[in-house]
């Protein structure tokens, strides 16, 4: 059973440009989650998905920032005209269910020049 | 909400010698607690967990961690550490009836030869 994949794994984009970040979860689950590591800190929640729904934004950013799920693909995390400060490790994690333990993938690293 | 304190930020320790990674949370609710390692330039691997039942839980590597209700603590030990166990520690707590995982800020173990 393949883990959660994330692809690209590091990614650079320059000021201004849009940066899209995919996630493909487990086989088998339906949850998906997003949080940011920016450097020498821990994760941060950023928004939590079910297929086509976004059940919890609240970390999210207002601006810029958007979650999608859809019914086929992956997971897309979306940012729109980048500022040096998103640049961070951005991590997926699926599970079955809510209380089902949160598996991370590898992480995509962005970085914003 | 729930939080989570990681009192130490960084860890020497030389090889062979026991560890603990403290770890104190905060909730008004039932929790779960993880611990997660973060090799570098990777993403997270799950420990071990506590769910309910036994306090003290065994996990990979030769990891454990004993929740302590009365103290709001998670702590996580192994008896005698490998060089391959340098890493980032993260520790995590969620609400039961919740979706988000908060994390600590991470503690850097470095294992000296």
């Known amino acids: 059973n393949a883990g959660v994949m994330q692809n690209p794994r590091h990614l650079v984009r320059r000021r201004g440009q849009e940066a899209r970040l995919r996630c493909s979860p487990m086989?088998?689950?339906?949850?998906v989650y997003w949080y940011r590591q920016l450097p020498e800190e821990g994760l941060k929640f950023m928004v939590y998905l079910q297929k086509e729904n976004i059940i919890d934004e609240s970390g999210m950013p207002k601006e810029r920032f958007s979650a999608e799920f859809p019914k086929e693909g992956p997971s897309i995390l979306r940012i729109q005209q980048v500022v040096r400060g998103d640049s961070a490790a951005y991590f997926c994690?699926?599970?079955?269910?809510?209380?089902?333990?949160?598996?991370f993938g590898p992480g995509t690293r962005l970085t914003v020049l | 909400a729930q939080s989570v304190t990681q009192l130490d930020s960084q860890v020497p320790v030389f090889e062979e010698a026991p560890v603990e990674l403290r770890c104190n949370y905060s909730?008004?609710?039932?929790?779960?607690l993880f611990w997660y390692v973060q090799y570098p330039n990777q993403g997270l691997q799950l420990l071990l967990k506590y769910l309910s039942g036994s306090t003290l839980v065994k996990g990979i590597n030769g990891f454990e961690a004993e929740f302590n209700k009365s103290q709001t603590s998670f702590h996580l030990r192994k008896p005698s550490v490998h060089i391959s166990d340098t890493a980032e520690y993260f520790c995590a707590v969620s609400a039961r009836a919740g979706n988000q995982f908060y994390f600590g800020t991470g503690t850097s173990l470095t294992v000296i030869p």
């Open positions: 086989k088998g689950h339906s949850h």
């Open positions: 909730s008004s609710v039932s929790v779960y």
């Open positions: 994690a699926s599970s079955r269910d809510t209380t089902d333990t949160q598996y």
